[in-house]
């Protein structure tokens, strides 16, 4: 049964995420909000903080790069990487989504290379700062759309085609892409590989202006004939073993990305709750919701959207740590924690007005970033797509 307080052993380790989100990522959001492509140098210190904790186990899934499915324990309950890595992104993203995304060596290709990498492949991969190239010009959410080719010649796979919205594309030190071993078997033999970002034919071709997350590069890669050892393809080359095992990353990350999500909405939260209470709005939880302020009772609501959200999270992380299948709950989690901060933070702005809608506060920059948070990872509409069929029992042949 899962136990919905934080795990004893979590507790200092989120409360200094929580502190290094205060002092640190809070004060500087507006500063990398307005410098779009500006590097973050304090972050420098902040990873090297964050791999020491990794390395010396105070901060087991301290990021993106702690997570990885381990097998069930024997008494059925653990609480590991996953869980913590999702409270810890929790208190970062509190503090500014998009410099959590910029942190070095925490990309969402460091979770693929943590969820899916052999032994081996793990501590060549070490200390490696990894960002995923999925989304094509041509193909979103639709993976089985990859046009991106990997051709198997001799010792090398060879790499052609253009990934889009790459996170840290432009500062990372590699990059997993997606690429497929053969169009005409769709799905099936889509591949993931590690491609680092002096090879050549690989160019990185512009970084994105975007509406939020703006301290965090997003690029354009362009793969041109690029040579990619046979060894830095992530899990099996066996077709047969194709697209579940390259799926299985999104069994990890989503729940992160929900993490994100469920950060952000807090800290709109926290901030309206308390200029509402100094416009003199009073949210009183002893009473009946129709017996308040409309501001009040629209209050109460998000909080209980935004508890849901909270705890769909934590359970999908929690069963990837007891070696459960949680493709079903990871996708409902990042699909209700997504929606649910894009709800809650324009609610937010609505809700204080003028103070919302200026730069005098933070929660319109927070409203613009939480808006990738239900998009990136698969979209609102893949993930009810994914729930539907989980729960029907549909393929995707079956119900498109």
């Keep these: 049964m899962i136990n919905l307080e934080t795990p004893r052993k979590f507790r200092a380790f989120v409360n200094q995420a929580h502190q290094v989100a205060a002092e640190m990522l809070r004060p500087n959001s507006r500063r990398y909000d307005l410098a779009e492509h500006e590097y ?9 903080m964050v791999d020491g904790l990794g390395a010396s186990g105070t901060g087991s899934g301290a990021g993106a790069s702690g997570v990885r499915r381990t097998a069930a324990a024997e008494d059925g309950v653990v609480n590991g990487s996953n869980l913590s890595s999702v409270l810890s992104i929790m208190e970062m993203c509190w503090g500014d989504v998009g410099l959590l995304l910029s942190m070095p060596r925490q990309g969402l290709g460091n979770s693929a290379i943590a969820s899916v990498a052999s032994d081996e492949q793990l501590q060549r991969f070490d200390g490696v700062w990894a960002a995923m190239a999925i ?42 892409v997606w690429a497929t071993l053969d169009k005409s078997l769709g799905r099936a033999a889509i591949k993931s590989f590690v491609v680092m970002k002096d090879t050549p034919g690989m160019t990185v071709e512009r970084l994105e202006h975007k509406l939020g997350i703006r301290a965090s590069d997003t690029a354009t890669i362009r793969f041109e004939n690029c040579r990619v050892p046979r060894e830095n393809l992530l899990g099996s080359a066996d077709i047969d073993k194709g697209f579940a095992g390259v799926m299985q990353t999104f069994d ?27 416009a003199g709005v009073h949210i009183d939880y002893d009473r ?17 959207d935004w508890e849901a959200a909270y705890l769909l999270t934590l359970q999908a992380a929690w069963m990837a740590d007891n070696g459960r299948p949680n493709s079903l709950q990871a996708s409902i989690a990042k699909a209700k924690a997504g929606r649910t901060a894009n709800d809650i933070t324009l609610r937010c702005v609505e809700l204080t007005g003028p103070l919302g809608y200026s730069e005098h506060h933070l929660l319109e920059k927070w409203s613009r970033d939480s808006k990738i948070l239900d998009i990136f990872e698969g979209t609102q509409q893949i993930q009810q797509l994914i729930i539907a069929r989980r729960l029907l029992g549909k393929t995707s042949a079956e119900l498109k």
């Design 40 to 48: 973050p140098v304090e972050l420098d210190m902040l990873a090297a």
């Design 135 to 176: 989304t094509e010009p041509g193909c979103g959410s639709d993976s089985a759309g990859i046009q991106t080719t990997a051709r198997l010649d001799g010792d090398a796979y060879v790499l052609n085609g253009e990934k889009i919205f790459v996170t840290a594309g432009g500062r990372c030190d590699a990059v997993v």
């Design 252 to 278: 990890n990350t989503r729940p992160l990305v929900a993490a994100m999500a469920v950060g952000c909405a807090r800290a709109s939260l926290e901030l309206t709750r308390e200029l509402l209470s100094e």
């Design 288 to 304: 009946p919701v129709h017996l308040q302020s409309a501001a009040a009772a629209t209050y109460l609501a998000m909080e209980a």
